[in-house]
């Protein structure tokens, strides 16, 4: 599920999450924007608030599962 079906799902708006996220740590809409974008990365604590707010696993996000595998060398 990419993130921003997510959100979408949880009824909310960039802003509207922004601002819930807002509530517990520092959050731009712009840093936010970026994340759902794929141009950044959230931090740990700000992964897992944006998925206990949207009701979803963060093992669930397209954008942060991890895609290359590690072969022996």
């Known amino acids: 599920m990419r993130l ?3 959100r979408e799902l949880a009824n909310y ?11 517990q740590m520092e ?4 840093h ?9 990365i959230p931090t740990m604590p700000l992964g897992l608030l944006i998925c206990r707010i ?3 696993d963060p093992n669930d996000i397209d954008e942060w599962k991890i895609t290359r595998t ?3 060398s």
């Open 70 to 72: 590690i072969g022996n």
């Open 32 to 40: 936010y924007q970026n994340i759902e974008y794929g141009k950044k």
């Open 54 to 56: 949207c009701g979803v």
């Open 27 to 30: 959050c731009s809409l712009r």
């Open 4 to 6: 921003k079906e997510a």
């Open 13 to 23: 708006t960039q802003e509207s999450l922004v601002q819930e996220i807002q509530i």
